[in-house]
């Protein structure tokens, strides 16, 4: 989509630039033709434009050409000048050298030399037949000894600073050759020269230089050529120079930077400053045209390299291109006559052809505007037809440009959605999608995306809500044309107002979704046929018939027929309305033949001049079924009173009725003795196999008591899984029974593929030793079944008086415990959790204490046992709370960081009730958020019976935040999936553990695998009891976690452990 979509927006781009360019020129043309209706005026003006453009078109073609072809021609004759002059200076310097090789072939040089008189030589070279071509002179003659040093000269010779003649001198020293090369002249002009080495037996004894002045060779080329020529110097390389003569220099016309002079007959420009010193002489024919004495002049411009390469001289060579101009304009001007003549020509006859189209325009337009009018007003007519088509029919027509945005709304569109017609259309469009429900639009929206896109018609229905809060259903109906490029180019259709047809047809649906909803059986029935012609869904599943089976059944197909002039007696009364209803039970008769019982409702009723007969038909038999198992319940109760279901024994009522019996004080044989009984571990069968599997146990277990007891006792179910074993008599041996039961129980029960190996504990109380009344029996035997869990379980035991005082020392802790609460001896101390890599604390766990007024201060074990028996476990675990959480918010207001609070939750508050409420209100109380918070919770609550509670308690905790933590992990009965499945935070890990880390290899990978285990599941991990610096550094090699004990602190006092917090964070290695 996004490929395609930036492919074709720049082609969108050159469509609308295209479009905008074509308004602009028909608002250009309607103005120009005033409206259309001088339409030759354009035309004539477009012609006018037309033929200037074309003319200097032209014009400047030719030009642009001739300007061309001069350039060409003069750059062929400079570079042909050029050449020339390269061959000039070629056979000049040829000629001095040839001069000089001549020279030194007749020996002559030495002799000058050695005399010192170039007069000599001058006389010899005079008498000589001219080598150098064109018998140009020698114009300079010099002489230096062997050092190079000038001897005598004639002519001049640049002695200010090394001139290009002493490279030419130190060139033929070098090579012991003859050095020639164009160097600067005596008066700055450039000079043909040539140095020749002169040498005798002992070696060069001198030099001697020949020069031959250039002006010759130019005024060569400037009469061979037909060329101007001016020489062109620096103004510095004029500056007089020892032996050159004042009258030489005066030749030259100087300017600010530079000098020149023309060679020959060379036409001096006024304006030649401009070439001097700076203009560009490659620059376009144009720039290089210079008007002077009526003659127009292009310059050019040739350097010639002097000898060192580092300096040249530059020649201005100057073109008379005044004819060549002269023609241009002849042909300029004969063209422009020549085009004038044309245009002329061209106006008259364009003239009389746009003057019969004005008036066959004027004819047309006419014709036209008097047929638009025509049309107009039947356009109007039919609009109004229209409109009143759509008021009748509530349907408005619109339509939109997906272009260009315009919308166009019929008269009853703004009716039908109550938008003022005022509204103009663009806010008219975004108050109806306002009106229409945010879900309905998307779907609205997302329809016309998927269409737009296949430019394919669809409808729609949705609501519209007005302003006043009316509802309108209203019925869209869109199609989408494309424009020649194949895209959407505007969407129109109608919108119908059905609101009071949805209307009735809701409640039409309505009524007959409450018939068909209906739990009773309503039948429709012809009364002259009495054949069903409807009937709800009740009666069609209550008679097992599908519709189209049902519908066209008889009465007496349906109902157990009985005595057929009666019934049709009795509906006659209500078809004839001398009954309004009827009301009569009757038998139904189902499809596969079975008979339910009914109460039938008959009344007619009249639509549209025919009677219908309508029944209600309630099945009664569940009726009839409750009142029959109301009387079995009746005598099933009175059974039930004194008889336990499941086990099939007798059970407390019945216990309590005999034993009434039995233990009368007017009874001499009272039974010797009575058992109290309990079933190990019967909870964990719950939890593990369901309560299906301990129902089993149970009536299993019913069965082996009552095997074991034959003919020594009589077994009742107590309650739960508790049973009272009441002996025979006086003579029976409760040993023997004890024994035979063990036996029995031992054995293993069978469920489900499951085998149960259940076990039992017991307790005897014998009469009269440990009493004569059952319900003092009943107790002693109850401690006597404690010790026996105490002790293992799976045994039986006697009571003996000791029972009673470790009974009545609980029975006394406890009203102490009591009394604390109210006085208010417990209290918290705190102990760190760190982390063992960073040494920050992480945490810091609130730990319980009692200040007993006797005993001094108290550890939990003294005392828990007996609080989690009693239900002062849920005051206490509301006195920890409160003060854990007031503790963190004082140690936050004093800006200490101490992790999170951690707080031990007793197996007994969770379930009670009010544990998430007590957590709300201490946090709101003492401003602590849940994220300082950490519960810390036992394995075995999600082992007891309230499990399914404590589950969801913690996930109130859970989701608010708090921290849960699962405490002395591993050493309880929970399982490792609860560690996947409980909304915990972290694990503790036992001290049982870690005290053995280095001492039992199989703990130390416990310890390892639940590390690994909960950084796998995200899970936080504490481990206990860490007191010894190996322990601590074996656990540091585990993982990253928090530790806690001895190591770090001992539990502290609040005010100990606000200085411990306080001093922490400057020393993180206080307990390495």
């Known amino acids: 989509m996004s490929a395609n979509a930036e492919s074709e927006s720049p082609v969108d781009l050159t469509m609308e630039e295209t479009r905008g360019i074509s308004a602009h020129m028909e608002k250009i043309l309607l103005l120009w033709s005033k409206n259309g209706r001088q339409l030759a005026r354009p035309l004539k003006i477009t012609l006018i434009c037309f033929f200037i453009a074309l003319f200097l078109s032209l014009a400047i073609f030719n030009t642009v050409n001739e300007l061309r072809h001069v350039d060409r021609a003069l750059e062929r004759k400079t570079a042909i000048t050029q050449r020339l002059l390269n061959f000039q200076k070629t056979q000049t310097i040829a000629g001095l050298e040839k001069t000089l090789q001549v020279l030194k072939d007749m020996s002559i040089l030495e002799t000058v030399v050695q005399s010192r008189n170039p007069d000599q030589l001058r006389a010899i070279l005079d008498k000589m037949i001219p080598i150098i071509p064109g018998n140009q002179q020698i114009s300079e003659l010099n002489l230096f000894d062997a050092d190079r040093q000038l001897i005598e000269t004639q002519g001049s010779l640049p002695s200010s600073e090394k001139p290009t003649v002493w490279v030419l001198l130190e060139q033929a020293a070098r090579t012991g050759e003859i050095a020639s090369g164009l160097v600067p002249g005596k008066d700055g002009s450039p000079t043909f020269a040539a140095v020749a080495p002169v040498s005798d037996s002992r070696g060069v004894i001198g030099y001697i230089r020949l020069g031959v002045e250039m002006r010759h060779s130019l005024m060569f080329v400037h009469t061979a050529l037909s060329v101007g020529i001016i020489e062109y110097q620096p103004a510095a390389q004029m500056i007089s120079r020892p032996g050159v003569p004042t009258t030489s220099l005066r030749l030259w016309q100087r300017t600010e930077n530079a000098a020149y002079r023309p060679v020959g007959k060379t036409l001096l420009p006024a304006d030649i400053t401009m070439f001097l010193g700076g203009r560009n002489t490659n620059d376009g024919l144009l720039d290089r045209m210079i008007w002077t004495q009526d003659r127009l002049l292009v310059v050019d411009q040739v350097d010639l390299p002097y000898a060192d390469k580092s300096k040249h001289s530059t020649l201005l060579i100057t073109h008379d291109i005044t004819e060549d101009a002269l023609t241009l304009l002849k042909s300029l001007a004969f063209a422009t006559l020549l085009f004038c003549l044309l245009a002329v020509i061209t106006w008259v006859l364009f003239n009389r052809l746009s003057s019969g189209l004005q008036r066959a325009v004027y004819r047309t337009r006419a014709k036209l505007e008097k047929a638009v009018q025509e049309n107009t007003k039947a356009l109007e007519q039919q609009k109004d037809r229209l409109e009143e088509a759509q008021r009748i029919a509530a349907v408005g027509s619109w339509e939109r440009n997906l272009r260009t945005g315009e919308v166009t709304w019929s008269e009853q569109i703004y009716t039908i959605t109550g938008i003022p017609h005022s509204v103009n259309s663009t806010n008219a469009v975004e108050s109806y999608y306002s009106m229409v429900p945010a879900d309905e639009l998307q779907k609205i929206l997302k329809l016309f995306e998927e269409h737009t896109k296949t430019c394919t018609p669809f409808e729609i229905v949705h609501q519209l809500v007005r302003e006043n809060g009316d509802v309108r259903h209203l019925h869209v109906r869109c199609n989408i044309e494309a424009g020649e490029d194949g895209l959407p180019l505007r969407i129109f259709g109608t919108t119908r107002d059905i609101t009071e047809q949805h209307n009735a047809l809701d409640r039409s649906q309505w009524l007959a979704g409450i018939l068909e909803a209906s739990l009773n059986e309503i039948y429709v029935i012809d009364p002259e046929t009495f054949v069903c012609v409807h009937a709800n869904q009740c009666a069609r599943e209550n008679l097992g018939y599908a519709e189209e089976e049902l519908l066209g059944l008889s009465l007496w197909e349906i109902t157990q027929e009985t005595n057929r002039a009666f019934v049709i007696g009795v509906i006659q009364k209500v078809v004839d309305g001398s009954v309004t209803s009827l009301k009569l039970e009757a038998i139904h008769k189902r499809k596969d033949g079975s008979l339910y019982p009914v109460e039938v409702r008959l009344q007619g009723h009249k639509s549209r001049g025919k009677v219908s007969l309508v029944a209600i038909c309630n099945d009664i038999s569940e009726r009839m079924q409750r009142e029959n198992e109301a009387l079995l319940a009746r005598e099933e109760a009175e059974r039930l009173a004194y008889f336990d279901p499941l086990t099939e024994l007798p059970n407390r009522a019945a216990c309590q009725r005999d034993a009434k019996i039995v233990f009368a004080p007017e009874n001499p044989d009272k039974p010797a003795f009575i058992i109290h009984i309990d079933i190990d571990n019967f909870k964990r069968i719950n939890d593990t196999l369901g309560h299906s599997a301990g129902d089993a146990c149970l009536e299993e277990t019913g069965e082996r008591l009552q095997t074991g007891c034959f003919g020594l006792g009589t077994a009742y179910r107590w309650g ?225 019976t309230e499990r399914n509670h404590n589950w969801h308690v913690l996930e109130e905790l859970y989701d608010r935040g708090i921290h849960i933590e699962l405490d002395d992990f591993g050493t309880g009965y929970a399982s490792l999936s609860h560690v996947a499945d409980l909304p915990i935070n972290g694990l503790k890990i036992d001290r049982s553990f870690t005290a053995q880390i280095l001492t039992d290899n199989k703990k130390e990978i416990v310890v390892n695998h639940l590390i690994h285990l909960a950084r796998a599941l995200n899970i936080n991990v504490v481990c206990e009891g860490v007191e010894t610096e190996t322990q601590f550094e074996r656990l540091r090699m585990m993982g990253n976690f928090s530790v806690q004990g001895y190591l770090i602190a001992r539990p502290m006092t609040f005010d100990q452990m606000t200085t411990w917090l306080d001093a922490s964070p400057n020393d993180l290695t206080y307990f390495i």
């Open 720 to 944: 739960g899984d508790e049973f009272v074993i009441v002996a025979s008599g006086p003579d029976s041996d409760p040993e023997e029974l004890c024994e035979r039961l063990n036996l029995v129980m031992r054995g293993p029960m069978e469920y489900e593929g499951n085998q149960i190996w259940p076990s039992v504990s017991m307790g005897v109380a014998r009469c009269p030793d440990d009493g004569e009344d059952f319900s003092s029996l009943l107790v002693h035997a109850d401690l006597a079944l404690y010790r026996s869990k105490d002790e293992g379980k799976d045994r039986w035991s006697y009571f003996t008086s000791d029972m009673k005082i470790d009974s009545d020392e609980e029975a006394r802790l406890e009203q102490e415990l009591r009394h604390a609460l109210r006085r208010d001896e417990f209290f918290l101390v705190f102990q760190p959790q760190v982390d063992n890599r960073t040494q920050q604390v992480t945490g810091v766990e609130a730990l319980v204490r009692w200040q007993h007024p006797t005993r001094g201060v108290l550890a939990p074990g003294a005392f828990l046992d007996v609080m989690e028996k009693t239900s002062l476990a849920v005051p206490l675990g509301q006195i920890v709370l409160d003060k854990a959480i007031a503790a963190a918010g004082k140690w936050k207001k004093a800006g200490l960081h101490f992790g999170r609070m951690a707080v031990n939750l007793s197996p007994s508050h969770l379930p009670s009730g009010t544990l998430l409420q007590d957590f709300l209100n201490a946090m709101t109380k003492y401003d602590v958020g849940p994220e300082l918070l950490t519960a810390e919770v036992l394995e075995s609550v999600f082992l007891d």
